[in-house]
């Protein structure tokens, strides 16, 4: 078992966990569930647990990836939709093409120059992209290599639309829709 997986394992088909998942990122999962209409293709870059596809309510055609097997072992177990699931990395080109694409936790692990890269990879791919990440404010990160940015550090690197901050400005929904 890799670090992640060991991490997180402890919150596959937790209620608790889940509960309090769901309160704390409502915002993010409103916003995609807003923008996914039914019958939409649509994917979850670096799903991990596959905890944000399962809180989801939506209908549409899901596919997920992660780079870890083991995170994708968790999804398996953890999710009760059939949805194809690929082991991927996320600074690869995408081969298909998707209404939306989304990601909780996963664009503040790479320097700049990937960002950079995976947001154009993404755009290419995708009519709108909605990541969450953490902010500045936690100050230090949970696990692994987070970097906590402020809202001018993710503009001036990947650019995007939009950016909402919830919860008192400790957490940030990147938007971008292609015209």
């Not at 999962?29 to 989801?56: A, H, I």
């Not at 290419?124 to 001018?152: C, N, W």
Request: hydrophobic share 30%; net charge negative.
């Amino acid at each position: 078992m890799d670090a992640w997986t060991d991490y997180y394992q402890n919150r596959i088909n937790n209620p608790l966990y889940e509960t309090k998942f769901r309160q704390r990122y409502f915002p993010f999962l409103s916003l995609v569930e807003g923008t996914v209409k039914p019958g939409m293709n649509v994917l979850e870059s670096g799903c991990g647990t596959g905890l944000v596809t399962k809180q989801l309510n939506i209908d549409a055609n899901i596919s997920c990836f992660d780079y870890s097997p083991g995170m994708l072992r968790l999804s398996e177990i953890n999710l009760q939709k059939k949805i194809k699931r690929s082991q991927f990395d996320i600074r690869e080109r995408l081969g298909e093409t998707y209404d939306v694409i989304y990601s909780h936790g996963v664009l503040e692990h790479f320097q700049d120059d990937e960002l950079k890269q995976i947001v154009e990879n993404q755009k290419q791919k995708s009519k709108t992209m909605i990541h969450y990440v953490p902010s500045y404010k936690y100050g230090a990160g949970s696990f692994g290599d987070e970097r906590l940015m402020t809202k001018e550090q993710w503009m001036e690197i990947c650019d995007p639309e939009k950016i909402i901050d919830f919860n008192n400005g400790f957490d940030y929904i990147l938007v971008w829709r292609n015209k």
